[in-house]
């Protein structure tokens, strides 16, 4: 007796994909040509062919919970070559845009991120902030400082290094809270849907040798060996790795300047011929130059589609970069008042990138090495 399935479509789903840059979905005719030119499709279940058809059918749970989605690098080989225009990486791109904000919470922040209307609220939050913490630093300063340690003693006379450490520190630790969450469900349903979909053959995952593949996998992400594979838009390469790099070797020294503060005592500003600060100034410089090239990528390519979301993302990189090479350079030029409100301009572009990473398509970085991670795991070629 033959099984018979029933299909309900979630029109708000087929919606949604269209919002974030996926309108072209419903012009695939299921061709394959996606799947066959990808050179990152695996050769069991590849994609994007069965996604494409589950999007135009709007099967969301089925999606949200496929890794395959994550294995894209939105290379534009699929969308170039594709017959009806249906540009499968933009639906992709929707698609794992749409998986972020189901595996974050809460999801009202994630609306907000992905809502244009909303921008001003993103900003102005953190720029009512970190005004307040300005005139609270400036007005009691010296009752701030009576009875405090000397290495948290605000050393600067408009926002107390002490006071940002307040509001950035908690954040991150929201974070980490929040990706903790996510990313536990999303390794459970991503293996779930693999098995049922007959993907894969191991049944249980373990621990200890997930974070050995993860290790073995980190290198090829950071040196972009899959990206590189890509024709149409191996360019986006360059851009990408340096943004990425900036943000590690910032990292590095954020981590660095606070233990050395709050830990040994020794406050800034330091000295531009100190090996850390070497390090902060180019990865500064990183960041600016890659940010330019992102946005120069998408201008001169009107063809393919960028969402709201992708500008996002690019103006944050962007503007993060500009804002923070700018404060320097107009603190070491004497610029006083200028330097203060660049420097507070910078603060609500950290603040975004800070509070935002689980909800925008920055949190790709996380959901995407994992995502990859389980792939190795599970040795599918």
């Not at 939105?74 to 595996?103: F, N, Q, W």
């Not at 307040?166 to 098995?195: C, Q, R, W, Y």
């Not at 100034?281 to 979301?309: C, E, H």
């Not at 030029?333 to 990473?357: D, P």
Request: hydrophobic residues 45%.
């Amino acid at each position: 007796m033959t099984e018979r399935y029933l299909v309900q479509p979630d029109l708000e789903f087929i919606k949604e994909i269209q919002s974030l840059g996926g309108e072209t979905v419903k012009k695939c005719f299921q061709c394959a040509t996606c799947s066959v030119v990808c050179p990152l499709s695996p050769e069991s279940g590849p994609f994007p062919r069965k996604e494409m058809i589950a999007a135009s059918w709007g099967l969301k749970d089925k999606l949200i919970n496929d890794s395959d989605i994550w294995l894209c690098h939105e290379c534009g080989d699929c969308s170039d070559k594709c017959p009806r225009g249906a540009k499968p990486g933009d639906v992709l791109s929707a698609l794992r845009a749409m998986t972020i904000g189901h595996y974050a919470t809460p999801q009202v922040l994630y609306k907000a991120v992905n809502d244009p209307k909303k921008l001003p609220v993103l900003i102005g939050v953190p720029a009512i902030i970190f005004a307040i913490l300005a005139i609270f630093t400036n007005l009691f300063h010296e009752t701030l400082s009576h009875g405090l340690p000397e290495n948290v003693i605000a050393h600067a006379n408009f926002i107390s290094t002490w006071f940002v450490d307040l509001v950035f520190v908690p954040l991150s630790l929201f974070v980490v809270a929040v990706f903790a969450k996510g990313l536990t469900d999303f390794v459970k349903n991503i293996h779930e849907n693999a098995i049922n979909e007959g993907k894969v053959e191991i049944k249980s995952l373990e621990l200890k040798p997930f974070l050995q593949t993860l290790i073995k996998v980190i290198p090829m992400i950071l040196s972009h060996e899959k990206f590189t594979k890509c024709e149409a838009n191996k360019d986006r390469s360059t851009a990408h790795m340096m943004v990425l790099f900036s943000f590690i070797g910032l990292a590095v020294v954020t981590g660095i300047f606070f233990v050395v503060l709050y830990v040994f005592g020794i406050p800034g500003p330091y000295s531009q011929i100190n090996p850390v600060k070497i390090l902060a100034n180019i990865s500064g410089v990183a960041l600016v130059i890659g940010g330019a090239l992102m946005i120069k990528n998408r201008l001169t390519k009107p063809d393919q589609t960028s969402a709201y979301k992708d500008w996002y993302l690019v103006g944050l990189v962007f503007g993060l970069g500009i804002t923070g090479m700018l404060t320097q350079m107009t603190r070491l030029a004497g610029g006083e008042y200028l330097s203060y409100f660049l420097y507070y301009v910078h603060l609500i572009f950290v603040f975004n990138l800070f509070l935002f990473l689980p909800y925008s398509k920055m949190a790709h970085l996380v959901y995407r090495t994992v995502a990859i991670t389980y792939n190795e795991y599970m040795g599918r070629k």
